[in-house]
């Protein structure tokens, strides 16, 4: 099954800033291109709250297995830091984007 692409919207279409205006319309963009920084999570100060996930506005933070830490799917994160701000215990840091 394929899947069937949208026409992308002309520049003159896109709202001011272009700001993403819908939840998930990342899943069709990729935003993970935008990215210049990303978030790295430390797990010794992790207490699995899922306030990251909660708050990321492209819902790409997941929690991976075995142990259940959040981790940021890349492919979408566009690195907007919400997650590190959100944070209650700072476990969260942005690093520098490699080229």
Not at 22 to 50: K, L, Q
Not at 73 to 79: M, P, Q, S, V
Request: contains cysteine; charged residues 25%.
């Amino acid at each position: 099954m394929t899947r069937q692409q949208t026409a992308k919207p002309r520049w003159s279409e896109l709202a001011v800033g272009c700001a993403v205006t819908e939840a998930g319309s990342a899943r069709y963009n990729r935003t993970g291109d935008w990215r210049s920084s990303r978030p790295v999570w430390e797990h010794a100060h992790c207490v699995r709250c899922g306030v990251c996930q909660m708050f990321c506005p492209e819902g790409c933070i997941q929690f991976e297995p075995p142990k259940d830490f959040p981790a940021a799917d890349l492919e979408y994160c566009k690195g907007c830091g919400i997650c590190v701000h959100e944070c209650p215990t700072a476990c969260i840091r942005m690093v520098a984007e490699e080229e």
